[in-house]
């Protein structure tokens, strides 16, 4: 049986100031573990190793300086500054069994409290921004790994896969802010956070971090058809609401699996990893500015076709098509993809000298060994590596807008032991 207790107190500087209530924090941690194949008698042979864990922590973060001091910024102050605490909970177990395997699964459980946000609303001409601490957010989701080792005389194999899956989901933004001056009760309602032109993040009760929409979606007619007019013209109509945005799903993955291999024989070894992300969208403005200039070869097959099928069997001009949902991001749906993607993710190839051929150089081992990375990726669409983003915030990955291709790594080299 194990048992770890831990506690810590942080004075950070962001607390101080005339308006800061709590001037530290205290975060504590537990963890307990057993072992049950050391304490249960007559454990099965097979099952060699049996370990059960479970473990809550409580951490601080601080935030930006000023918040508390309004005569060193242009944001209203915070009067009640908050550390962001973030509260986990997992537990787990861990076994080896059957000689060559082990096996590894973790459930975890966090929210994440007091989150300072921008709430987008002025409170007045004194100040540009409004702050509030009232985020919360909850990810949880499982870790999984089985690995496999065994050696058959001078050929040895191992093998290890890996699974992932986390969901976030906003519990609470906070309802209303109030105007530090006047006193002014206004609701907060949906956030926007940013994105690329009519892309927009919007964190939303009940959504996730990842959730991106639309603002903008073609004119449609009385029975939800795309509109059209005399002149064969289709149109978009922006929207104002973001009760009204179109959702296009989540940047996200819904699950991570990758899955390692290395062989040796003699002196040879030889390794591959595959890697796949399971879910999440990506959305290509690259792939709409070439279909606006009709040089994409989907415009180009849509011209051979003699127009575009829409309402399900009329027939628009291509040209006419394009630089309507492709001029700029107009409508970003239409180019909005599944992310899920199977990658070749490395390639190695080695060879170790036989010791007694370097003894006289004084050299105990010698390996040349050939490495490739990014070798080969699989997705449902011709746009860019959904694992590239052009966008430097962590809110934004997902977004393709001229990104270069992600490399493809070579290296040799030699290892020398002496």
Do not use: C
Not at 139 to 166: P, Q
Request: no cysteine; glycine share 8%; net charge positive.
């Amino acid at each position: 049986y194990y048992l770890t207790v831990t506690g810590r107190n942080d004075w950070p500087s962001q607390l101080a100031g005339p308006n800061s209530v709590n001037s530290s924090f205290f975060y504590p941690s537990v963890g307990a573990s057993v072992v049950l194949s050391e304490i249960i008698p007559n454990m099965p042979k097979n099952l060699s190793y049996v370990k059960l864990r479970a473990s809550y922590a409580s951490v601080g973060l601080a935030f930006s300086r000023f918040y508390a001091n309004p005569n060193l910024s242009s944001q209203s102050p915070l009067y009640d500054l908050k550390p962001e605490r973030t509260k986990s909970f997992e537990v787990g177990l861990t076994m080896r069994f059957l000689r060559h395997f082990n096996f590894d699964i973790s459930y975890y459980n966090t929210r994440t409290i007091n989150q300072t946000f921008n709430t987008g609303i002025p409170a007045s001409s004194m100040y540009s921004k409004v702050y509030k601490q009232d985020g919360d957010v909850r990810n949880r989701g499982f870790e999984m790994s089985l690995g496999y080792k065994n050696t058959w005389n001078r050929f040895s194999w191992d093998s290890n896969f890996t699974a992932s899956v986390n969901r976030n989901k906003i519990m609470k933004l906070g309802k209303e802010v109030i105007d530090p001056n006047t006193g002014k009760v206004t609701p907060i309602g949906d956030l926007n956070v940013g994105g690329m032109g009519n892309v927009r993040f919007i964190l939303r009760e009940g959504g996730s971090l990842g959730d991106i929409y639309s603002r903008a979606d073609l004119r449609r007619d009385s029975n939800g058809d795309i509109y059209q007019d005399m002149d064969g013209n289709i149109f978009v109509d922006n929207k104002t609401q973001t009760k009204d945005f179109i959702k296009l799903g989540s940047v996200f993955p819904d699950a991570n699996l990758a899955w390692r291999n290395d062989f040796r024989w003699r002196n040879f070894n030889f390794g591959f990893l595959l890697t796949a992300r399971l879910g999440g969208v990506v959305y290509s403005r690259t792939q709409a500015v070439m279909d606006y200039y009709g040089v994409s070869a989907s415009s180009a097959d849509a011209r051979d076709a003699g127009g575009i099928v829409i309402n399900g069997n009329d027939l628009i001009d291509a040209q006419k098509w394009y630089q309507t949902v492709a001029n700029g991001d107009t409508t970003p749906q239409y180019y909005t993809y599944s992310a899920t993607n199977f990658r070749l993710q490395e390639l190695s190839l080695g060879y170790t000298l036989p010791s007694r051929s370097l003894r006289k150089a004084g050299i105990s081992q010698m390996r040349v060994y050939v490495s490739a990375d990014n070798i080969w990726t699989l997705t449902g669409y011709s746009g860019p590596d959904p694992e590239v983003s052009t966008r430097n915030s962590v809110l934004t990955p997902g977004f393709d807008w001229s990104a270069y291709p992600r490399a493809f790594g070579f290296t040799a080299g030699v290892n020398l032991t002496f």
